[in-house]
């Protein structure tokens, strides 16, 4: 499986980003076997974890962080996942990253492939 992540960019304290991650490769119609996941990484910070989505899309889990900021979402239809990210902080400034991996629950798992990362840029 394949993953391409993309929709970063800069933006001001408040504003909103839409990220995409398209999967691709694999046997057909297997994205929706996997929990997806989104994960970031600051400059000298270990990456951490922001939401993951069950298999369906009925289940998510959001990092305190992040909760009532963003929103994890997928279209398995079109094999991809998004993250809504709105009211933006300075902190919020990473490289984001999605993942597919094998279900351990209903939103934990073990993640097996990335993506390239997005670069998101918060400005005060």
């Known amino acids: 499986v394949q993953l391409q992540a993309s929709g970063g960019g800069l933006v001001e304290a408040g504003g909103s980003l839409r990220l995409s991650c398209a999967a691709s490769?694999?046997?057909?119609?297997?994205?929706?076997?996997?929990?997806m996941g989104w994960f970031r990484q600051a400059p000298g910070k270990e990456r951490e974890f922001v939401a993951a989505m069950s298999r369906s899309g009925d289940s998510t889990y959001n990092t305190d962080s992040v909760k009532g900021r963003f929103t994890i979402s997928r279209d398995n239809a079109k094999n991809t996942l998004y993250l809504q990210m709105n009211s933006l902080k300075p902190e919020d400034t990473a490289v984001y990253y999605c993942a597919a991996g094998r279900p351990q629950g209903v939103v934990r798992a073990t993640y097996d492939y990335w993506g390239q990362g997005t670069q998101v840029t918060v400005s005060s």
């Open positions: 490769g694999g046997t057909f119609n297997t994205f929706n076997t996997y929990v």
